[in-house]
């Protein structure tokens, strides 16, 4: 039977091709899940036309029982997705009770598209390791199995190799929907893809089936098959490496001189669940990450990664669970270990450069950190993104920048990648450019707090305060909104006129301040935007007492530029003593 031959739809910034179900907007792809996909494929076939609720629904479920508010699901999903609204929509419109139709032009292209005129010459073969399937089991084996895919993206970037996809572009394409190795593979711009499952059979240990496929064909390049082991998981872990990278490179080229990462043992594996647990940025993600890496730490004291993974978990949660004292000096401890035990451990050189500049406030020491955990590993996309951090903050913004491009070619879809370029925008005055950062951001992270209160500032930056307001109203109702979200929308508030709505929501921060930690830096914003001086220096004065990590924002962020002027400001950076390039920021065009 002849195949169909494939067709590319464009409308706007959008294209979509039938044989991918890949949105892509200006060639960056929008994750949207499949049934939105689809629904946008009906749409496009017939644009114009008022296709029924019935037909959509028997075109997207063909042969399964669902009701309307599936459709309804996959419509809101994909105006998310095209930056849509139902009040003024430009692509999708509803027809009350009917159904909806696509209304834009559409332009419509058959068979491959051409391809680039000049594509980047490839230096090494590119490949990704897909998140491992484990559907079925346990949450700690679910745990393991994205652990053990982000492990064996280590081990074949340390081979020298290979060009090597980090784990959070394959794990933020995989949330919005895309599911076929190919199409991921061709979204991630790889020659192939190591895709996996995991399967356990009573009484037997449990069992990797992985297949290395080719992009460009479809085909399937290798494939094995490997009862796992806790006692040598790592050493499993080097063997596919070895395999997946002889399969694509060819035997018989020896590997780079190079020793390998600690193996661990049994502790490997609980490593590998506690790094699941702390990407999912949640209390509960962190609260299972650190039993993981502590109980990792009980099997093997001497293993450094575990270690260096409590270290960065303390820093996430600083001034969020814990005072910054207690979190900071914890993650000192934990990160001097590490590098007691792996000298060339590029987290644990991150995290102690993070100390050094957010708690002892230390800034050659840090950066010389930041400069070894860049050097210490070719895998360091996290090491960049913190070293370009501290590079915004102290107000070299063409540098850090630069370190933002270092990370994000290998980790394009990193949740840190988007937060600290977005927000070098802000602290840079480059609020148009913010603006254009920050779309990425609500494509990728709706449900973060933190993506919000960044557009509310980047609207702010432009003179848009009702739009701001309402993009900080939307941070506080985010689930685990921090105590940030809430004095940003005081202190917008208080700008915007509404005192007595500002000096509510500082009373609320202040009456948690009895049961929990609640940073003085964020009452400080909240008196910022009230213009009460004295109060607002009580607050910093505070913050510095408290050693707050916020203290480094004090040169740097906008914030508090109608008071920098001050004695008592200028007091204050001369006490912490960092920021001689960043004292006195200028907007730049």
């Not at 924002?553 to 200028?570: C, I, M, S, T, Y």
């Amino acid at each position: 039977m002849k195949t169909a031959t494939a067709r590319t739809f464009r409308f706007g910034d959008f294209e979509i091709r039938t044989d991918e179900t890949v949105l892509r907007k200006q060639g960056e792809i929008v994750p949207l899940p499949r049934r939105a996909a689809l629904l946008l494929l009906a749409l496009l076939e017939k644009p114009g036309r008022v296709i029924p609720k019935e037909e959509l629904l028997r075109t997207l479920w063909a042969g399964v029982s669902v009701d309307e508010n599936n459709l309804n699901q996959a419509v809101t999903a994909l105006r998310r997705g095209l930056g849509d609204s139902v009040e003024r929509p430009r692509f999708l419109g509803t027809v009350a009770r009917v159904g909806y139709r696509f209304l834009s032009s559409v332009e419509v292209e058959d068979g491959a598209p051409p391809a680039p005129a000049a594509p980047s010459p490839r230096t090494a073969p590119a490949v990704a390791v897909l998140s491992f399937e484990a559907a079925g089991l346990d949450d700690a084996t679910t745990a393991l199995a994205e652990g053990l895919a982000e492990g064996l993206t280590v081990a074949l970037s340390r081979s020298g190799r290979l060009l090597v996809r980090a784990p959070g572009a394959v794990r933020r394409l995989v949330s919005g929907g895309a599911s076929d190795p190919v199409a991921l593979g061709r979204a991630l711009d790889v020659d192939f893809v190591v895709d996996g499952r995991l399967r356990f059979v009573r009484g037997q240990p449990l069992v990797l089936s992985a297949e290395l496929v080719r992009v460009e064909d479809g085909g399937l390049a290798f494939a094995t098959r490997l009862a796992l082991d806790d006692a040598r998981l790592a050493e499993q872990e080097r063997e596919l490496c070895d395999l997946f990278t002889s399969a694509i490179c060819g035997p018989g080229e020896p590997p780079p001189p190079a020793a390998p990462p600690p193996s661990g043992g049994p502790a490997y594996a609980l490593y590998l669940q506690g790094r699941h647990y702390a990407n999912l940025l949640s209390p509960e993600g962190h609260e299972a990450a650190r039993a993981c890496f502590e109980r990792a730490l009980a099997v093997d004291p001497a293993y450094a990664p575990a270690s260096a993974g409590l270290a960065f978990l303390y820093i996430q949660t600083s001034e969020i669970v814990h005072a910054a004292g207690e979190s900071m000096s914890r993650a000192r401890r934990a990160a001097e270990e590490a590098l007691r035990r792996d000298p060339g451990l590029s987290e644990a050189h991150a995290c102690l450069g993070t100390v050094r500049f957010m708690y002892d406030w230390d800034a050659p020491a840090a950066e010389e950190c930041f400069r070894k955990a860049c050097r210490a590993s070719q895998w360091a996309p996290g090491a960049h993104r913190l070293y370009g951090w501290f590079l915004a903050l102290t107000g070299r913004f063409d540098e850090a920048f630069a370190q933002f491009d270092e990370a994000s070619g290998v980790d394009p879809y990193a949740l840190d990648r988007h937060l600290f370029e977005t927000a070098a925008y802000w602290i840079a005055r480059r609020y148009e450019g913010g603006l254009v950062a920050i779309e990425s951001m609500l494509r990728l992270f709706p449900e973060l707090w933190l993506t919000h209160v960044l557009r509310g500032r980047m609207l702010e930056g432009v003179g848009d305060d009702r739009r701001a307001l309402m993009a900080f109203e939307k941070a506080v109702a985010c689930a685990s909104a921090a105590d940030e979200a809430w004095a940003d929308l005081g202190r917008c508030r208080a700008r915007t006129g509404d005192r007595r709505g500002a000096r509510s929501l500082l009373e609320q921060l202040s009456v948690r301040a009895r049961t929990k930690h609640v940073p003085a830096m964020n009452l400080a914003q909240v008196h910022a935007g009230l213009g009460d001086e004295d109060a607002l220096f009580d607050a910093l004065d505070l913050a510095v007492k408290e050693r707050s990590w916020y203290v480094t924002w004090l040169g740097a962020v906008p914030l508090f530029d109608p008071f920098r002027e001050h004695p008592r400001f200028q007091g204050l950076l001369r006490h912490v003593g960092l920021w001689s390039a960043a004292s006195s920021p200028r907007p730049v065009p």
